[in-house]
């Protein structure tokens, strides 16, 4: 299988603005972003979506939740902040590699579009 943009930035293929990294995942901003804060926390590993994680995985996604609310944190957007995963076409995702899209900065509606 080809590499995904994602591993791409991971592997410093292409550049990204990097803000966290540690043994299991990369954050970097997002290239469109869709609120004033929007960073994207990525595994390391090279899972393609949610849905294709396994029991052994459950570690590594805890791992990025803790990662992302200590990144809002350290961004200054603490207190308010909305996680996002995308999994699969029809829900909007576009890079099969499974992120975590940390969102803050701006009012959020619910429920999401
Ligand atoms: P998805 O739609 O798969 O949930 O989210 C993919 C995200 O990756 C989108 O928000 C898109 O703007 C972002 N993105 C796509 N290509 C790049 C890139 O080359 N660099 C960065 N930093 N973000 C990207």
């Not at 469109?32 to 926390?41: K, Q």
């Not at 590594?60 to 699969?88: C, E, K, P, S, W």
Request: proline fraction near 6%.
């Amino acid at each position: 299988m080809s590499k995904t943009i994602f591993a791409k930035i991971i592997d410093r293929e292409i550049p990204a603005v990097i803000v966290y990294e540690d043994a299991l995942c990369v954050a970097f901003h997002d290239v469109a972003p869709r609120a004033p804060m929007h960073i994207l926390v990525v595994p390391k590993k090279p899972i393609a979506m949610l849905s294709e994680a396994s029991s052994e995985d459950r570690e590594l996604l805890g791992h990025l939740m803790v990662t992302a609310a200590g990144i809002a944190r350290d961004q200054g957007y603490g207190d308010a902040f909305r996680l996002v995963v995308n999994n699969g076409e029809g829900a909007g995702q576009t890079v099969f590699h499974l992120h975590v899209h940390l969102l803050g900065g701006r009012t959020f509606s619910w429920p999401p579009g």
